[in-house]
C-alpha cells in the first residue's frame, strides 16, 4: 500500500457493472465514499463515477486507479529471469501468436519474491482506449491499470497456508484457476461457465485439480526427487475458493470427501 498525497479514486470494473471508491490522502484503504453502477465497459465506468458525484462528491478526484476483471483479459504466467524489457517482450510475442495481429496493451507485474515468476496480461487497445476516454470526459486521468488477478494475489496470498494447492476466483461469467506449487502460481486457466451452477463448479475445479500440474508439467525447481519425472498428485488436495462475497474459504477433496470452511482471522 503506497501512501496517497492527495484524494483519488479507485475503480472496479466487471464484466456486469463497476464500482467506483473515493480515497483519501494517507495509508488507510478506507473510502471516504463509494457507489456503483451496472452495464459494462465504457458505459459502466462513466455510471458508476456519475453515481459517485450524487453521493455527496462534489468534485472528483483527477487521478483514477483501474482494476479490471479477468473477462476483459488474457493472462499467462511467464518465468524469466533477464531484463524486464527482456520479459515483456516475450510476454507480447506469446499474444501475438495467441490473438494473431492486432493492437493491445500488456501489462507485466512480478508474482513473488524468490522466483522469477511473471503474470503477465493482455488487454485490447480499443477496450483501453474505450475506458480511458469515458474517465477524460469526466475529467479524471487514468494513472494506472491493473488485471483485478493481480490486486487479488496480493492480497489473498498471506491468507493460503498450504504450498500446494488450487485457488479458484469466481467471477461474474465463469471463474479463474490457479494451481500453487511451493507457494507459487505454476498453473493458470479460465473457465468460462455460470458460477452459481454448484455442479458445474464442482466439475471444473475436480477436472483442473486432478490433472497433474494443471495444464502444464511441473516446473524443475518443485521436483521432489531428481528423477525428471513430475511427482504424482496426491491423495487429497487442498482448494481455496474466493466467491462473491470475497471471503476466502478452504477446502480439502480426500478422494471423493470433502471438508470445507471459511478461512479464520
Keep these: 500500500m503506497s501512501l496517497r498525497w492527495r484524494s483519488e479514486l479507485l475503480l472496479e470494473l466487471r464484466m456486469r457493472g463497476c464500482q467506483a471508491q473515493l480515497l483519501g490522502p494517507g495509508w488507510t484503504q478506507q473510502s471516504q465514499a463509494s457507489a456503483s453502477a451496472g452495464g459494462s465497459g465504457s458505459s459502466a465506468l462513466s455510471a458508476a463515477l456519475a453515481a459517485l458525484r ?23 504466467l511467464i518465468d524469466g ?3 524486464r524489457s527482456a520479459v515483456l517482450e516475450q510476454a507480447r510475442a506469446h499474444f501475438d501468436q495467441a490473438l494473431g495481429p492486432g493492437e493491445r496493451h500488456v501489462m507485466l507485474l512480478p508474482l513473488g519474491r524468490r522466483r522469477h515468476r511473471w503474470l503477465a496480461s493482455a488487454v ?3 477496450d483501453l482506449a474505450a475506458w480511458t476516454d469515458a474517465l477524460q470526459q469526466a475529467g479524471v486521468h ?14 489473498l496470498r498471506g ?11 469466481l467471477r461474474e461469467e465463469g471463474a479463474t484457476l490457479i494451481r500453487l506449487i511451493d507457494g507459487l502460481p505454476v498453473d493458470l486457466l479460465w473457465e468460462r461457465f455460470d458460477p452459481g451452477d454448484a455442479t458445474t463448479l464442482d466439475r471444473r475445479l475436480r477436472a483442473f485439480a486432478r490433472t497433474p500440474q494443471g495444464r502444464s508439467l511441473r516446473p524443475a525447481w518443485a521436483q521432489t526427487d531428481h528423477s525428471g519425472i513430475p511427482a504424482p498428485t496426491e491423495a487429497s488436495q487442498v482448494i481455496y475458493l474466493l466467491p462473491e ?18 478461512l479464520g482471522p
Design 54 to 76: 450524487l453521493a455527496d462528491v462534489d468534485t472528483l478526484p483527477s487521478i483514477a486507479h483501474l482494476r479490471v476483471a479477468d473477462e476483459y483479459v488474457l493472462h499467462r
Design 81 to 83: 529471469d533477464g531484463p
Design 124 to 126: 485490447n487497445a480499443s
Design 142 to 155: 487514468l494513472e494506472d491499470m491493473q488485471p483485478m488477478l493481480f490486486d487479488e494475489w496480493q492480497r
Design 159 to 169: 491468507q493460503i497456508r498450504d504450498e500446494d494447492a488450487v485457488l479458484a476466483l
Design 245 to 262: 462475497s470475497r471471503t476466502l474459504c478452504r477446502y480439502v477433496w480426500d478422494n471423493d470427501a470433502a471438508r470445507t470452511g471459511p
